[in-house]
């Protein structure tokens, strides 16, 4: 119950097309999602996250959709560039207090092509 | 831009060694964390850790790990016999405090068990 499931494991566009990554989850108790990206070697980089009481949150070229009744969330990113080349991962965490361990899903290699 | 530095960035130990892995938290962050990656996989929470105790550990974080902050300014993980299976890269992370959830990463401590 603790597990988020991320889909697809990769994921090839064109620049300037739409890339979108899917992450469902079962815990109810879940009460934060952020998306992480990660480039070779680096950590993961906080890149936009959503809390339930909104079901969409806008940060330039990045969006994330949320259906709280249908516990999934998703990354869009808009317009995008070789530069958004990278490792996309969702999380969700509980409790409104930090602290709270982030359970991460399995990531989504994201390639776009010039 | 404040950061989470982490060291050393690669280690290279023999099995049944101990290794201790050492990490620099955002100064005014109360909320520290140690995630692995197993390489091509997903981030694994392994313990949090608040006012110099574990407020929360995975089934990960056996005996063999251990957390401290020995000072106001280090947290360390060490691993007391080091097995092949702990060959990842360490994350550690912190967080602000109460009421935010977003976590910032280090770059991580690629370990390497031979």
């Known amino acids: 119950q603790q597990q988020v499931k991320q889909s697809p494991q990769s994921l090839i566009v064109q620049k300037g097309g739409i890339s979108i990554i899917n992450c469902a989850y079962e815990?109810?108790?879940?009460?934060?999602f952020p998306w992480y990206q990660q480039f070779p070697g680096k950590g993961p980089a906080l890149l936009i996250a959503?809390?339930?009481?909104?079901s969409e949150k806008k940060e330039g070229r990045f969006t994330i959709s949320f259906n709280k009744s249908a516990k999934q969330f998703s990354l869009h990113i808009m317009d995008s560039q070789p530069g958004d080349s990278a490792t996309y991962f969702c999380?969700?965490?509980?409790?409104?207090?930090?602290?709270?361990?982030?359970?991460f899903g399995e990531g989504t290699q994201l390639t776009v092509n010039p | 831009e404040p950061e989470v530095t982490q060291t050393p960035s690669h280690q290279v130990t023999q099995m049944g060694q101990e290794v201790i892995l050492r990490c620099v938290p955002i100064?005014?962050?109360?909320?520290f964390y140690w995630y692995r990656q197993i390489l091509g996989q997903k981030v694994e929470f392994l313990v949090s850790?608040?006012?110099?105790?574990?407020?929360?550990k995975s089934e990960i974080f056996d005996d063999q790990f251990s957390v401290e902050r020995p000072d106001g300014s280090n947290f360390t993980l060490k691993i007391r016999s080091t097995k092949l299976e702990d060959s990842a890269m360490y994350f550690c992370?912190?967080?602000?405090?109460?009421?935010?959830?977003?976590?910032?990463f280090g770059e991580g401590s690629r370990l390497t068990v031979l």
């Open positions: 992370a912190s967080s602000e405090g109460v009421g935010r959830g977003e976590l910032f």
């Open positions: 815990n109810t108790a879940f009460d934060y």
């Open positions: 959503i809390r339930p009481d909104v």
């Open positions: 999380a969700a965490s509980k409790g409104e207090t930090s602290g709270s361990r982030l359970t």
């Open positions: 100064s005014n962050h109360l909320y």
């Open positions: 850790f608040y006012n110099n105790e574990i407020s929360e």
